[in-house]
């Protein structure tokens, strides 16, 4: 999942020259900030859980729901009714906003099923994590080059900034060094949580209880 929001400075100052060489000059600047969520646990009835996860026999589920935030500061130079927009600073705020753990509310805490299921879900939210915090700083390093690649634009009027700040998350969000690595993560994140929901895994978690 991915959100993008804008914020912009715009400072129109005199330029003398050539506009867009004097911005190149300019290097745009990358704030990165991870967060690795804190697990929320949530006791709900069998038919929510089956709802939430869409397949039966459900007793705990974890959702880290992953979110790509971008904020910038696009900056303005003026000369002669010619207006160039830069690109200042990306911020990139990268993680789990939300992660949820959910369990079957026929089990009650302080038992010894309840505290199996956490257990369970507390190494899929270790999986969410880990790989957060590998593949962090990949796209951090990618991102950072990839930045300094992006030019100023030149436009004629102020009511045309909006679509050159759009362009400029685009090129972050659409660049192959970028998807490459997101797409590397995802298959991850799912091969790893695939293996941790084994039938031999389950057979390990559950044996220590009888009353499930």
């Excluded at 696009?74 to 690109?87: D, F, P, Q, R, W």
């Excluded at 990839?146 to 759009?166: A, G, H, M, R, W």
């Excluded at 993560?185 to 057979?203: G, I, V």
Aim: with cysteine.
């Amino acid at each position: 999942m991915r959100k993008i929001f804008i914020a912009l400075l715009l400072v129109s100052t005199t330029a003398y020259g050539n506009v867009c060489e004097q911005i190149n000059k300019t290097k745009p600047k990358l704030e990165f900030h991870v967060n690795t969520g804190q697990p929320r646990v949530f006791e709900i009835s069998s038919e929510k859980l089956k709802s939430l996860a869409r397949q039966n026999n459900v007793i705990g589920l974890t959702e880290a729901k992953f979110v790509i935030n971008y904020r910038l500061k696009a900056m303005t130079i003026e000369k002669n009714g010619s207006i160039c927009v830069y690109l200042d600073t990306l911020v990139l705020e990268y993680g789990y906003p939300d992660m949820f753990v959910y369990v079957d509310n026929k089990y009650k805490q302080n038992t010894c099923e309840f505290t199996q299921i956490i257990n369970h879900e507390n190494e899929h939210v270790k999986v969410h994590q880990k790989l957060l915090l590998q593949y962090s700083p990949l796209i951090e390093q990618a991102t950072r080059e990839l930045i300094q690649d992006i030019k100023p634009i030149q436009i004629d009027s102020y009511d045309n900034v909006e679509k050159v700040t759009d362009r400029f998350i685009k090129q972050v969000d659409e660049d192959p060094s970028v998807t490459t690595l997101r797409e590397n993560f995802e298959k991850e994140r799912l091969s790893q949580n695939t293996k941790l929901d084994s039938k031999e895994s389950y057979a390990d978690q559950l044996a220590p209880c009888k009353n499930w």
